[in-house]
């Protein structure tokens, strides 16, 4: 059963970059038109390689949209991500001498292994449109080495339908303790609201995890401050009791086993077909949501 409906509990900001490789677009030089006459531009030709697999569509219609008004540029976009390990292929691509003219970085990592390839884009417009602190993660000796051009929230995501065939209130949720107690109700019902529990919490993504969940626990630890977390030398993870009892809890209300749950289960198996009533995502998720919905 299909139960319409979502909200969010808590919710971070995370912001992806694209970068520009120096000199990197193909120029086919000038050419001659039928009149005998040498074109006044170029042929341009830019690939881009990108990982937000939610959005490939659009950025190709937008991509689409450029080369209308600019009939010397094509742009050839390739997009890498969800189970792919876009890392690897962009190494790959790097190592065969086929880097990209765009590419996604995910911050000072990114920008120091790359740093040789990248093209300061300083004095662009983009930057100076840039929201405050969004450059930070891809700034070097007073260059700017990426753009960005995705902001996302995340959190905790639930299915309002379900929670009120429940008797939950999810503007009663205020604590950590108030969720605990959200998630009882439900897996205490599980049987008569017919799902399979509470959450689903992919543990097989180290991403999930790793980053998205261990952020909101190492975050306030340096100030929200991206470069201030990239450059300690030491972590105290003076938060560390209070993300192990987020992670314990998940699990406990969880389906089975969390081990072996990946994205995919997570989303389109369990919480699109309302199996589950909560899931820790973020709005990348709406592609799939908005589908779920027309459905």
């Not at 753009?147 to 008797?167: S, V, W």
């Not at 529990?197 to 975050?219: I, M, R, S």
């Amino acid at each position: 059963m299909k139960r319409k409906g979502i909200g969010i509990v808590f919710s971070l900001v995370l912001v992806f970059s694209v970068s520009l490789v120096a000199c990197s677009s193909n120029e086919s030089g000038s050419q001659n038109g039928d009149d005998g006459n040498e074109s006044s531009q170029d042929e341009v030709a830019i690939d881009v390689f990108q990982f937000k697999v939610e959005f490939k569509e659009q950025f190709e219609e937008l991509a689409a949209k450029y080369e209308e008004e600019h009939e010397n540029v094509s742009i050839n976009i390739e997009t890498v991500g969800g189970g792919s390990d876009y890392a690897s292929v962009l190494k790959s691509k790097i190592s065969s001498g086929e880097t990209p003219a765009i590419f996604n970085i995910a911050g000072p990592p990114d920008v120091e292994q790359y740093e040789d390839l990248l093209a300061d884009v300083s004095d662009t417009k983009a930057a100076e449109a840039a929201l405050d602190g969004t450059l930070a993660g891809v700034s070097q000796n007073e260059e700017v080495l990426g753009l960005p051009y995705n902001q996302e929230g995340y959190g905790m995501i639930y299915n309002k339908q379900m929670f009120e065939d429940a008797g939950v209130d999810p503007s009663s949720i205020q604590s950590f303790e108030d969720l605990q107690a959200a998630a009882e109700t439900i897996d205490s019902q599980k049987d008569e609201l017919g799902i399979q529990a509470a959450l689903a919490f992919p543990a097989k993504e180290t991403w999930v995890t790793g980053q998205h969940l261990a952020n909101v626990f190492l975050a306030p630890e340096f100030n929200g401050n991206v470069m201030e977390a990239y450059n300690a030398s030491t972590v105290q993870f003076t938060n560390s009791e209070q993300m192990k009892s987020f992670v314990d809890f998940q699990n406990k209300y969880s389906v089975q086993p969390t081990i072996s749950l990946n994205y995919s289960q997570q989303v389109e198996e369990l919480f699109s077909t309302g199996q589950v009533a909560m899931i820790q995502q973020g709005n990348w998720y709406t592609v799939q949501l908005n589908q779920w919905i027309q459905n």
